[in-house]
């Protein structure tokens, strides 16, 4: 087995200066890329912080407690987000996607959740709001975020044995929190509520039935994610993913599935529905989801912009530079020119790592670019 290198680089502060329109066009609803795909989800980062040491996005040999994390004036405010997201509602968003680090370590996140609330997309209805969360703070701030206009959660959750629980978030922090965190949510109205493992082998693959197991017949969307080569410091190795297929035969061996259509256009996820025995779906029991974004890319139908914590415009989820909105922003551009330099971005959007990396062999890939930490950009 190859020695494991984590590379100490911070890329943060690299980005692509973004020009003021001199006569922008105003937006029409509809954006699309270089490839024709249209701009539909926004995936906001409210913070570079998170209380989780996960060693696949945060390991703690690297974000130990001298990690330089963003000065709070680097951060866009929640007026600013506001602003921005206004304009990508312009061009079409339709949901918009809280995230962080962890997103619920930003103070007053509520305000923000509510101010976006009262956007409106071009048809006139309101956003999909929607936040992702280890699920540490969930059970105290339940309430709070329903309250203040957020629809549904996804919680991050690795395993229920809290031995591995515990040895995978590096913090020694129980499951059983996570599980009332869930419950929380679940009381509040925050659903469908998703929960997300990411399977790394050698370290989770045997709990991805005791999950299921668990999940089936909760009304819970649990969704399995190939360990992905997101940053450069999670030491990513290809023969730690274990591909969807392999998930899905797993639990093809403990109860039948049935595959169902894609919820929505670009979704990420393959879902597959518990069958009765005459092959239906049972929707009492539920569904699974499988994330391939390793051994079977789905760039073809991405709709996501991913904005980061200080302002920062990336394309791609294995992005390695952003487009620095934040001068426009706080400079002296107006709404209409702050729109115009969005539609220029898309517009000339031509990502498809997924898809490249399929062609190349597995230890280039793993080399290939400096990419953004999916700590600092957001899941």
Known sequence: MSERIIPLVDHRHSAIAVPTPVAPRPPTGVLTDGLG???????????????????YCMPKEVFDKDYPYLPHQALLSFEEITRVARQFVAHGVQKIRLTGGEPLLRKNIEILIGQLAELRTVEGEPLDITLTTNGSLLERKAASLKAAGLQRVTVSLDGLDDAVFRTMNDV?????????????????????????????????????????????????????????????????????????????????????????????????????????????????????GVISSVTQAF???CNRARLSTEGKLYLCLFGTQGHDLKPLVRGNATDEQLAGAIA????????????????????????????????????
Not at 256 to 275: K, S
Not at 350 to 379: H, N, T
Request: net charge neutral; hydrophobic share 40%.
């Open 299 to 301: 760039c073809s139908d």
């Open 172 to 288: 020694d922090f129980p499951v059983a929190d996570v599980l009332r965190g869930i419950e929380a949510a679940r009381a509040a109205g925050l659903g469908p509520i998703k929960v997300n493992m990411v399977v790394k082998r050698g370290t989770n693959e045997h709990e991805i039935v005791p999950m299921a197991r668990h999940f089936r017949h909760s009304g819970v969307v649990l969704r399995f994610i190939e360990y992905m080569d997101v940053g450069a410091t999670n030491g990513w190795r290809m023969d730690e993913v274990v591909p969807s297929a392999e998930v899905v035969r797993l639990l093809q061996a403990e109860w039948p599935l049935v595959p169902l259509e894609a919820a929505a256009p670009g979704e990420t996820a393959q879902r597959w529905g518990y069958a009765r025995p005459d092959g239906s779906w049972d929707q009492e029991a539920g569904e699974i």
């Open 344 to 379: 220029a971005i898309w517009q000339g959007r031509m990502d498809r790592y997924s898809e490249l990396r399929a062609s190349l062999p597995p230890d280039v890939a793993a080399r290939s670019g400096r990419r953004i930490e999916m700590s600092y950009i957001g899941g």
């Open 37 to 55: 795909r249209p701009l539909r989800d926004l995936r906001i980062s409210v913070t570079d912080r998170c209380n989780f040491r996960c060693s």
